[in-house]
């Protein structure tokens, strides 16, 4: 006899239902603490891709830590000036060098930014209201973007605001521009202004450079398939949800233990067993995803995932605190078609080759495509990229320890919507999951819940689940 579950999740709320001001200073620049050599130091060739040319939010919140006397904006921008002398080349500004667009960071130390602020709300309101998640309220006001900040070159490489809460916690918020780091590379920074507000006098993972170690070779030889960054084949229309027709919805959905067993439900039990967690969702997303929108039956659907390079590589193998990029970009890719009317385990199979494929060859020849070719960005046509970014909940930011909510502050990126991220987070009942930020626009948005719904309701959906039924009735979790 199978088990009925109805997990009662309150219905979506607006940016509106929280309300609050922010007082900002001007904002000022932070330099590192000692001096610094004067230098110009080349990126690698995964690094200065046209793709990570941006700049990339992320936000923390940190309870009230009664035992912190001091205050939290004096103690970071301490702490971040201490930091700046290890990972220097982050105070720098970024160069373009010669015909073939590459990139360098010339060190001229003369810092980041970072604002200091004060909100008239609490954590505790935050959680509350349930908004303690993309999309975030008052997001621009928490992360305030000065004007001319956002370059990529010749403009600062990290914007920091740090703004106090009514409750004595504080809001971390921090823009990257991507070619310096990825997320671990960022993570380990913060880390690091964590132990520096702890006292620390070096940090416990010294940073350091290399970036030659992902630079093409001499001379390049491009030997692996690099699909994602060809362009989709045309289809006979575009999608029947156009992004530019109507307003973008964003909205944040939580995947826990009942909504994972469901989706596996779905899948022939050996291969639900053999998959991890993340495969199975990405399969799930883009399915239900490119049913929402409606495309041209024929236009090529893609998926586009971040693989962390640094476990593959074996030969020559990347020092502890290289911080940064060392990822790829493997996508899988289907005609719309073929996704909505197979069942899940054909979306789920080509998510599994497209993961298997990065291996250290291919890295190498990734940086070798790059230089051959110009450094082209990956193709956004009828894609959806997905990125992890769960390890931010765990960034510890020494006297207040781990964040309360750490990770992305919105769906997309650059002029790329069709993005999401995987966020490790908490639901009202103390249930840790993933949460999964989704911008679409509005009728895709509404179609999209309505999937979701057939899928954890037991309603009709309109891609065929293969003939399996899942034994929870679910309430679909939608923040």
Known sequence: MSQTMELNIPPPVTSGSLMFKVHRREPEFVSPAKPTPRELKLLSDIDDQQGLRFHIPSIFFYRHNPNAYSDPVALIRRALAETLVYYYPLAGRLRELGPNRKLAVDCTGEGVLFIEADADVTLAEFEDKNVLRPPFPCFEELLFNVEGSSEVLNAPLILIQVTRLRCGGFIFAIRLNHVMADAG?????????????????????????ERHLLSARVPPR??????????????????AIEDGDETLVSKSFFFGGAEMSAIRKLLPPDIAKSCTALETLTAFLWRHRTAALRPDPNKEMRVIFIVNARPKLKNETLPQGYYGNAFAFPVAIATARDLTEKPLVFALRLVKEAKASVTEEYMRSLADLMVTKGRPKFSTDGAYLISDVRNFADIDLGVWGKPVYGGIGKAGVMDSLGSSFYVSAENRKGERGILVPVCLPEKAMQKFVEELEGVFNGGQSVVSNGGSKSLHKLIVSCL
Request: net charge negative; glycine share 6%.
């Open 222 to 239: 491009v030997t692996q398939t690099h699909r994602e960054y060809e362009p989709a084949a045309a289809a006979e229309k575009e999608s």
């Open 185 to 209: 590379g960022l993570s380990l920074f913060i880390k690091t202004i964590g132990e520096f507000t702890r006292g620390c006098h070096a940090p416990t993972i010294p940073p350091t450079w």
